[in-house]
């Protein structure tokens, strides 16, 4: 279905700086790859790392608990389990845990719209408990908003959006996810993804591009994001699009236009039949 916008959304993206008549075509034809692509589709050109640098050293890892099992939780056993965690050594720094924002499961209404998966809170996240909070938030809002989606959507709307972290708590001074955090806090996201059913994932940086793909394909970890982006992958029965964290689109106003690309690409997807 082409992407239709009213005078309200072009007037949001140009407020994001985006030139209207940059704007990229919806490809709703394009078929869904049978698995994960090995190669782009698109010229790569070299990209920057998309994922705000890390402001200390990484930090020595902390003792693990064990790792949790939501298998079979609900979303309000899920919310407690999250709160209550104290799997890796995150939980000794954060300030409270950040579970996500958005949908929530509706059995009687199906599948959400969107699930966003970025990857750890920040300081204003774990202080707020909310994910994508500050400038990049409110980049992320106005991108949603221009395509009359919202954190904030009625799922009786029909446009659930998820958002939320591979980690749900605060690395100490933003550093990067550290491995075995990963593979300690992946079983929530997980468990997210299985109750809210999205029609569509967006990986919105590299660490939630790795968490997603690393299982079905290991060089995820070692490809560049801008090679990731461009393609269509799944995360079992679901279409999966990768895109650039929106911290890193306010240091790289450029790369707005091919973010805006791939939630284009999305939207075709959770508009497909
Ligand atoms: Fe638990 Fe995840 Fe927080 Fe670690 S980051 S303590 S695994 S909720």
């Known amino acids: ?18 030139r209207l008549d940059f704007l990229p075509k919806p490809a709703p034809d394009a078929p869904l790859t049978p698995d994960v692509a090995p190669a782009p589709t698109r010229p790569a050109a070299a990209q920057p790392a998309t994922s705000p640098p890390p402001t200390t050293p990484t930090a020595p890892a902390l003792p693990l608990g064990p790792r949790p099992d939501v298998s079979g939780a609900d979303w309000s056993a899920l919310q407690q389990a999250v709160q ?29 719209d969107w699930m966003i ?4 809170p920040g300081e204003q996240e774990d202080r707020q408990g909310e994910p994508f909070v500050g400038p990049a938030g409110q980049l992320l809002d106005q ?20 958002i939320a ?31 809210l059913r999205p029609k ?39 279409p999966l699009v990768v895109t ?14 091919k973010a805006w690309d791939d939630l284009c690409q999305a939207h075709a997807l959770s508009q497909a039949p």
Not at 204 to 212: I, N
């Open 1 to 18: 279905m082409p992407l239709q916008l009213d005078d309200h959304q072009r007037a949001l993206l140009e407020h994001m700086g985006l």
């Open 84 to 112: 209550n965690c104290t799997a890796c050594g995150l939980c000794q720094t954060r300030q409270q845990t950040v579970f996500g924002v958005g949908a929530t499961p509706a059995p009687d209404q199906g599948a959400i």
């Open 117 to 120: 998966v970025g990857e750890a």
């Open 143 to 162: 991108m949603l908003g221009a395509l009359g989606l919202s954190r904030q959507a009625a799922p009786s709307e029909g446009r659930g959006v998820f």
């Open 165 to 195: 972290n591979v980690l749900k708590c605060r690395p100490p001074g933003n550093r990067n996810p550290q491995p075995q955090e990963v593979t300690q806090c992946l079983p929530f996201l997980k468990r997210q993804i299985e109750l």
């Open 200 to 238: 569509v994932l967006l990986a919105m940086g590299k660490f939630g591009a790795q968490a997603l793909l690393a299982e079905q394909w290991p060089e995820v970890a070692t490809t560049p994001l801008g090679k990731l982006r461009g393609q269509i992958y799944r995360y079992g029965d679901t």
């Open 244 to 257: 650039y964290h929106p911290a890193y689109l306010l240091r790289t106003p450029a790369d707005k236009a």
